[in-house]
């Protein structure tokens, strides 16, 4: 008697559970057509099934990570950012540090596709400062919200580059 599935038997109970008529009863009956006993093809379906539900809810799970991951990048990137002009930060030694943790950030945060992500938010860092002093130059007093503007600005040709990259680089990744 066998007590473990084969490669072959396994794919296709596997694809039988997505199946929308699926019967374990008829699953049963393969297995046992193949020399498997009842009542350890019922124990091995219930396993595969178990195994099968616990893989699915894992990559769901990692999608949702990514996906979290994916909205608190561009904001930590943004604010690392922001913090260099808004402070007057005179030191390169600063924005070297925020482009590098603007590129880690990038890798971590879009996995699926590391170099659009690590190349998209290392461009904020080096076009916020530009874009701050650029459009407060000569201003004595703003209004706090006009800070957004130059966020966008430097966001802008980060979406860009990350999406001519995506669809160049990574033409055959999902997601």
């Known amino acids: 008697m066998n007590s473990t599935l084969t490669p ?3 794919d296709e109970l596997r694809q039988s559970f997505i199946q929308p008529g699926f019967s374990a ?7 046992v ?7 350890t093809a019922k124990s091995l379906i219930v396993a595969e099934f178990r195994a099968y539900k616990n893989e699915k809810f894992k990559e769901v799970d990692r999608q949702n990570q990514s996906e979290e991951a994916k909205k608190v990048a561009p904001l930590i990137v943004l604010m ?3 913090i260099g002009p808004i402070f007057e930060v005179s030191s390169m030694i600063w924005y070297i540090i925020a482009i590098a943790v603007a590129g880690v950030t990038g890798y971590w945060a879009y996995r699926p596709k ?3 992500g690590l190349v998209a938010c290392i461009i904020i860092p080096f076009v916020f400062p530009l874009a701050y002093n650029f459009y407060f130059a000569g201003r004595t007093s703003y209004i706090k919200i006009e800070m957004v503007i130059p966020m966008l600005i430097a966001a802008a040709p980060a979406a860009i580059v990350y999406y001519i990259i ?7 990744v999902e997601n």
Do not use: F, H, M, W
């Open 8 to 10: 072959q038997l396994r």
């Open 25 to 31: 009863e008829a699953e049963v009956q393969k297995l």
């Open 33 to 39: 057509s193949n020399g498997y006993d009842t009542a």
């Open 80 to 82: 690392i950012s922001a």
């Open 114 to 116: 590391p170099i659009a």
């Open 166 to 172: 995506s669809k160049t680089v990574y033409a055959n």
